[in-house]
């Protein structure tokens, strides 16, 4: 069982940076890839980026070179640094256990000014 909780949205003005943290519970966190989500409203839920358990990564190109996904295994925590926000990042941000049903409840991230 691995519960995931994510932190760290809010509101920010256009350009600004954000970063949202993903901790897990369970002693497997190590052996996980994690995925980060985004769903906006009334938008599909949108794949933004991508970490495995050994480090590699993937990203949306809507959010290449202003997102990086990284991973502390010792805090058993995913993070989401975003920079050069815009209007259209904004959604609720899911972390994510690819193949499981291992869902967190979702942070909102408003960028407007």
């Known amino acids: 069982q691995v519960q995931l909780v994510e932190s760290g949205g809010g509101l920010v003005q256009p350009g600004g940076s954000l970063r949202l943290s993903c901790p897990a519970s369970?002693?497997?966190?190590?052996?996980?890839?994690v995925n980060w989500y985004r769903q906006a409203p009334g938008k599909q839920r949108e794949l933004v980026a991508l970490?495995?358990?050994?480090?590699?990564?993937n990203y949306a190109d809507t959010v290449k070179a202003r997102f990086t996904i990284f991973r502390d295994n010792a805090k058993k925590t995913v993070y989401l640094q975003m920079h050069s926000l815009k209007p259209e990042d904004t959604a609720i941000y899911y972390c994510?256990?690819?193949?499981?049903?291992?869902w967190g409840q979702g942070t909102q991230v408003t960028v407007s000014s």
């Open positions: 970490i495995s358990r050994v480090g590699t990564t």
């Open positions: 369970g002693s497997i966190f190590a052996t996980l890839s």
């Open positions: 994510h256990v690819p193949g499981t049903e291992y």
